[in-house]
């Protein structure tokens, strides 16, 4: 089993700040990439942001230069700085794991996902 709970979530004024961690737990052998989505009731879910075990991003054109992902390997941890907020930040994000699970000598790759925490942007 692996659990993937993001938290930091909250209220927050225009021009503020706020960071999103996300914890996977349970049996993990490794983590490849890691990614924050955001969602809107009623619109599709949207990639955020991107981290592959090596460091490397990428963000959605929106957020650049305001957000910044990061992550622990060794916790198993992804972070989301969020700097600079603007109303229409405000949604739920989301966080998934790609996740390397091994089973007797096979590994396989599954993706799991976080419940979201919600995130709200006040003008």
């Known amino acids: 089993q692996v659990q993937v709970v993001e938290t930091g979530g909250g209220l927050v004024q225009a021009g503020g700040s706020l960071r999103l961690s996300c914890a996977a737990s349970?049996?993990?052998?490794?983590?490849?990439?890691m990614a924050w989505y955001r969602q809107v009731p009623g619109k599709p879910r949207e990639l955020v942001a991107t981290i592959t075990s090596g460091g490397g991003t990428n963000y959605v054109d929106s957020v650049k230069g305001r957000f910044t992902i990061s992550r622990d390997n060794t916790k198993n941890r992804m972070y989301l700085q969020m700097n600079s907020l603007k109303p229409e930040d405000t949604a739920f994000y989301y966080c998934?794991?790609?996740?390397?699970?091994?089973?007797?000598?096979?590994?396989?790759?599954?993706?799991?996902w976080g419940q979201g925490t919600r995130v709200t942007v006040s003008s």
């Open positions: 998934r794991a790609d996740v390397v699970r091994r089973s007797g000598s096979v590994y396989g790759v599954t993706d799991y």
């Open positions: 349970g049996s993990i052998s490794s983590i490849n990439d």
